[in-house]
């Protein structure tokens, strides 16, 4: 897991080999197949519990992750 700080907040990002769930990418609105690599994400900010920061983990693409700040 490392930290990474963008325009958005301070995220905590954890590369994962692939799930037994799909998910939806909030990138491209498009299905990670379960089993795909992909990066989990969550707001790092401390004024939310880790409780809740980790019930609003978000599943990306790992392009669309390191895209996402180039669109803004
Ligand atoms: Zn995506």
């Known amino acids: 897991m490392r930290a990474e700080s963008g325009p958005d907040g ?3 990002v954890r590369t ?3 799930s037994e769930k799909q998910y939806l990418c909030p990138g491209c609105n498009q299905q990670i197949p379960a089993g795909t690599g992909h990066v989990v994400v969550w707001r790092n900010d401390s004024w939310f519990s ?3 920061a980790l019930g609003e983990r978000r599943h990306w693409h790992s ?3 390191r895209a996402r ?3 803004r």
């Open 10 to 12: 301070e995220w905590s």
């Open 63 to 65: 392009g669309c992750w």
């Open 50 to 52: 880790d409780e809740h």
């Open 69 to 71: 700040g180039r669109r």
């Open 16 to 18: 994962v080999r692939g």
